[in-house]
């Protein structure tokens, strides 16, 4: 399968100092990560043999889907020299409390207790985002060379979105693909598609169109290509938003088909399909 699902936003490894220094960690938890979404990406990743990536570094640790330069430098104590103290145009996301290390959640305020030391930001860098991206470049590349060309799909949730218009239905899913950068225009054609047929409501890159993840790994030059997609809360969580609920295992398989599908496409794309069939 020249597939590889990955998800960035889902960790919940806490460390009990980082949990000390969170002004209210729970709800901060609870906003910030792609509630398990894991769990459909691992289910999807077992049912068809797509490779997985999944972090289990929280978001509120180290934002994966953030460049190491997207840092509000304010809240970093003895940041080095020619670091910029203030957050600038280059940092667009940190200017708005979603950074590298996200600092503020609307309607909660500051996450932090306390800025957070230069020296653990580095840290944090080395050991968690740089190897988390190599692995994902490195696991891109051979998937590359088996078939001949490769898809990404970054997974992640959001909370349920307002209608586009008065009448319309809200988007369960949403398809980011950088307008259009970072893949194959059939494959975005394909995936809205199939979740059309299956009764889901969709959007195209508005208001997620993706982020660093598919800038820094789509090459659809070099047969690389790589979608984001985002998926409501209300869909596979109970009415929380806290734990898996009821209709988790319908998501799952919903997503394990459009990957089989999406496969299918990218295995011809690459010359080397079709996939072989596998035993149910």
């Known amino acids: ?17 980082l949990r000390n220094r969170m002004r209210a960690p729970d709800v901060t938890a609870l906003r910030l990560e792609d509630r398990y979404v894991d769990v459909l990406a691992e289910g999807a990743a077992e049912a ?23 840092v509000d430098w304010s809240m970093i104590a003895g940041h080095s020299p020619g670091r910029p103290a203030r957050a600038s145009s280059v940092n667009r996301r940190a200017r708005g409390g979603l950074g590298l290390i996200p600092r503020r959640l609307t309607g909660l305020g500051e996450i932090w207790r306390e800025r957070t030391r230069h020296a653990e930001l580095e840290a944090r860098l080395a050991t968690v985002h740089r190897p988390y991206h190599a692995a994902l470049a490195a696991t891109l590349e051979s998937i590359r ?56 409501a969709t959007a195209h890159n508005r208001p997620y ?19 984001q997609i985002e998926i409501c809360r209300s869909t596979y969580l109970d009415a ?32 080397r399909g079709p996939l072989p069939v596998a035993a149910e």
């Open 48 to 70: 068809t043999g797509a490779a997985l990536l999944v972090a289990d570094a929280p978001r509120a640790m180290i934002d994966l889907n953030r460049a190491e330069d997207d």
């Open 1 to 17: 399968m020249p597939v590889l699902i990955a998800v960035p936003h889902a960790g919940r490894a806490y460390p009990e100092a």
């Open 209 to 227: 169109a993706g982020g660093f993840v598919l800038d820094r790994h789509a090459a659809p030059a070099r047969d690389i290509h790589a979608i």
């Open 145 to 200: 060379d088996r078939w001949g060309a490769a898809l990404l799909i970054d997974l992640h949730s959001m909370p349920p979105l307002a209608a586009a218009r008065t009448g319309a239905v809200p988007a369960e899913f949403v398809v980011g693909d950088r307008f259009g950068a970072s893949c194959a225009r059939s494959i975005v054609t394909r995936t809205l598609a199939f979740l059309d047929a299956n009764g889901r």
């Open 240 to 271: 929380r938003f806290d734990r898996p609920g009821p209709r988790a295992p319908a998501v799952t398989r919903l997503i394990a088909n459009l990957v089989r599908h999406l496969g299918e496409d990218v295995a011809l794309m690459g010359g």
